[in-house]
């Protein structure tokens, strides 16, 4: 059986008490193709007591990536000693029969799934979030290829695997913006996890739904210009064409219509030009030439 991130699924031998008499087969030959884990414990030790299932979680999330063999050193003690093992937990990884990494001691969970990671990639493999961060860069291609509902689906899947996915997340909710289906993006966006809800992906994906949701409204393009034209000093008009014009794709000429309002009066409307700047900012990319930009003339203009 295989998951959305084409890992095979967990098998029911990917964690193995090992003993002295199966470790060759067991962590030596099984080692040739997939890396092998080995946490020498012993029943008495309490620091074994947390890596164990520790490791066990991240092992088991690795989807056959990587597997995991225990061994109780009271009971292998010539293993033990032919590898030098002089202080429990010890955690060694094989690869092609040898070892390839490993530490002492209990550590926190985040060392413990950056070594599995290591692990995983010394043996060639790839980890489950970097397959998934693949299938959310596919996703993204879809989706600027115009494909909006391919994508959709695609970031759906990756969710499934992770809830938690900040880019899949975003994405589905401006898949959702593509396909002019505000109001399920907006539900989409409030649904998310806590975990997440503040992250730089769901803050972009925010953005760009309060412009979607200004596009809606947005007037005639040639009217709003010929407003400007008739009062440079409407602000309102402006504000109102850059709206448009950011609706229309022209972000370069909306973000300098905003800056026009803003050097002209920066209070005007509770700040409402400023609003709409850092909106679009948001909303674009951090190395977007015209995010870029955009920020240093306004920067310019505030520590004027």
């Known amino acids: 059986m295989m998951d959305i991130i084409g890992q095979p699924a967990a098998d029911a ?9 199966t470790f060759m087969q067991d962590v030596v030959e099984a080692s040739q ?6 946490d020498f414990w012993a029943p008495w030790c309490g620091p074994c007591k947390t890596l164990g299932p520790q490791l066990e979680a991240a092992v088991t999330a690795a989807k ?19 590898l030098q093992i002089q202080s429990i937990p010890t955690v060694y990884a094989f690869y092609k029969g040898q070892p390839v990494d490993g ?3 209990a550590v926190p969970q985040s060392e413990i ?3 599995v990671a290591r692990v995983i990639k010394a043996g060639g493999g790839t980890s489950p979030a970097e397959d998934l961060n693949s299938a959310v860069e596919a996703a993204e291609e879809m989706l600027a290829e115009g494909a909006a509902d391919d994508a959709a689906q695609t970031f759906a899947a990756i969710l499934e695997e992770d809830p938690n996915h900040a880019g899949a997340y975003s994405g589905l909710v401006r898949a959702h913006i593509a396909l002019d289906d505000l109001e399920q993006a907006e539900g989409i966006l409030n649904g998310a996890p806590a975990e997440i809800s503040s992250s730089p992906e ?3 994906a925010a953005a760009q739904l309060e412009l979607a949701k200004q596009a809606a409204n947005t007037g005639p393009l040639a009217e709003l210009e010929a407003a400007v034209a008739a009062d440079e000093n409407d602000h309102q008009a402006r504000l109102d064409l850059a709206q448009a014009m950011y609706a229309a794709g022209d972000g370069e000429g909306a973000v300098e219509h905003l800056l026009t309002i803003f050097r002209k009066d920066r209070e005007w409307n509770d700040g409402a030009a400023k609003a709409q700047l850092f909106t679009i900012f948001e909303a ?12 240093r003339k306004l920067s310019s203009m505030i520590f004027a």
């Open 13 to 21: 031998d990917l964690i193995k008490d090992v003993s002295e008499a």
């Open 64 to 82: 056959g990536a990587v597997k995991m063999a225990k061994v109780n050193v009271d009971e292998a003690q010539m293993i033990a000693g032919q």
């Open 202 to 204: 769901l803050d972009a």
């Open 284 to 295: 674009l990319k951090p190395d977007d030439p015209v995010a870029l930009n955009g920020r």
């Open 103 to 105: 530490f002492q001691g």
């Open 113 to 115: 799934e950056d070594f």
């Open 33 to 38: 193709d997939t890396p092998v884990i080995v």
